[in-house]
């Protein structure tokens, strides 16, 4: 299954590849990974989207819970939240072809924010499902280059992750 | 001097690990990270941003391209792009001050994507620079919490980061 984990961290060197490395150890392979400064500069807070066993990654947290830079580690997988994603887009369009990609790039609300005699490069965002989405409305005319920035999330409502209790 | 560097690497467990752990034994703190699949899914891109005197991240990009998994390094930094990055925010709103809000929002072109009866949560996408306007403007009504995902970057025209001439 796949989880959605936010870690609240130290922002300090050597954390990220503590974090990384439990993951690695025990054969996670991490699907996406944010990591930024938050409302505090003092803290990091790091988004990663893993799948594996309910068990394992309960294992996972329970380490990242002893890292001594480790403020908080939340689970967003059960509960409502919005999540959002950002991607840019290079992809092959002669002129002839301009037009229609123009009308796809309305259509989802993206932007197109290059471009040059070949293709157009595209910013699009939203829930990684419209991401993936534009992107294979887009495969056709051949995606030259893609980047994504991986799933970012917040709880609905009021609260803040540093005040919901720990559910892992 | 502030860098931004891309790293295209075999999308394998193990190897955020070793990129992450070869920056953090020289001390170098990674500002920002962003990882995620690309236009193939054996590839993964890192997008990562850090600080550092030019002798130091030459090595470090040195020992990057020794790693088996590593595909591709490239400095953005003096190379002609296009920089994104999105944030959600979440921040205090009484019904009475919603409105003040919502126009900082409009101008910015951003989205309120959550309301609840003392917050609002904001979808921002831009250059880091707008990011950071963004967030500047919202604190004098507090900000409660804030995600981002760290820069992307593409190169303008035509190219991918895996046609260019390595720079690193």
Do not use: C, W
Not at 83 to 89: N, P
Not at 106 to 124: C, G, M, N, P
């Amino acid at each position: 299954m796949q989880h959605t984990i936010t870690t609240l961290v130290e922002n300090r060197p050597g954390v990220l590849a503590r974090v990384a490395g439990l993951f690695s150890r025990r054969g996670f392979n991490i699907e996406s990974l944010a990591v930024s400064i938050t409302e505090d500069p003092s803290v990091s807070r790091m988004t990663i989207v893993v799948t594996g066993d309910e068990r394992s990654l309960e294992q996972i947290s329970k380490q990242l819970n002893k890292l001594i830079e480790v403020i908080k580690v939340y689970d967003y997988t059960d509960v409502p939240n919005v999540e959002r994603e950002l991607a840019l887009i290079k992809v092959h369009a002669e002129p002839t072809r301009r037009a229609e990609i123009m009308q796809i790039t309305d259509i989802f609300r993206a932007k197109i924010i290059d471009l040059s005699e070949r293709t157009l490069t595209i910013e699009v965002t939203g829930p990684v499902a419209k991401v993936d989405a534009m992107r294979s409305l887009l495969e056709p005319y051949g995606i030259k280059e893609l980047v994504r920035t991986g799933k970012i999330v917040l709880a609905r409502g009021a609260r803040s992750a540093a005040e919901m209790r720990s559910n892992v």
